[in-house]
């Protein structure tokens, strides 16, 4: 069990995790809590008919970690569309859709990480440290959406944009200040495909 997920009898799955893990998994939720920012109900009235009606943003965040978490929904694959008339049309269905969508996926990953954050916190140590994680079927398919999004946002801030670009992230230097963050991802990843092994029938 330690370092991976193994699968548990009711469906949900189990790892152990030292001090250390802990404190990095916890760390990366929160700040990705953080990122994604409170719920429009939040910081605004008590009203809850407020929320249900509260459009969202029209326009693509600009932090590239949020527009990684966030894509649009109308892109060309190459970035570059035909001609400027379907450059236009995209970007009008892309905000007409990102209104409509972006409170709701915001809402998704906040929950998924603050089940992240809630399961560490609840989580009972051993005598000689760290502590065994027990997730149900349900915190494992929050868990697993919630690695996925800080893969991606750690991917984003080293500008991982294909499988040529984490060869290279492999050979890093340890003095390179990026290799915290590149094994970070890496760890997340291993997590990550066992977790998913873990939910697979």
């Not at 152990?16 to 990122?35: C, F, G, Y």
């Not at 970035?79 to 008339?85: F, I, M, Q, S, T």
């Not at 989580?123 to 994680?133: E, R, Y």
Request: hydrophobic letters at 40%.
């Amino acid at each position: 069990m330690p370092g991976h997920f193994e699968p548990l009898p009711d469906g949900g799955a189990a790892v152990a995790l030292d001090d250390v893990e802990i404190s990095i998994i916890r760390s990366l939720a929160v700040q990705l809590l953080e990122l994604i920012g409170p719920g429009p109900g939040e910081d605004a009235s008590d009203d809850p008919l407020a929320e249900l009606f509260a459009e969202g943003p029209s326009e693509p965040p600009k932090d590239p970690v949020l527009r990684r978490l966030f894509p649009d929904a109308y892109s060309d694959p190459e970035g570059v569309p035909a001609n400027p008339e379907a450059a236009d049309e995209q970007r009008a269905y892309s905000a007409e859709f990102r209104r409509y969508t972006e409170n709701d996926l915001r809402a998704g990953k906040r929950e998924n990480a603050l089940a992240v954050v809630r399961c560490l916190d609840a989580l009972t140590p051993a005598a000689d440290g760290g502590a065994v994680l027990k997730l149900s079927a349900g915190e494992s398919r929050q868990w697993l959406n919630s690695l996925n999004d800080l893969r991606l946002a750690i991917g984003s801030r080293l500008e991982i944009t294909d499988e040529d670009d984490t060869e290279v992230l492999y050979r890093l230097p340890d003095e390179d200040p990026r290799k915290p963050m590149v094994m970070a991802y890496l760890w997340l990843g291993g997590l990550q495909e066992t977790l998913v092994s873990t939910l697979m029938p």
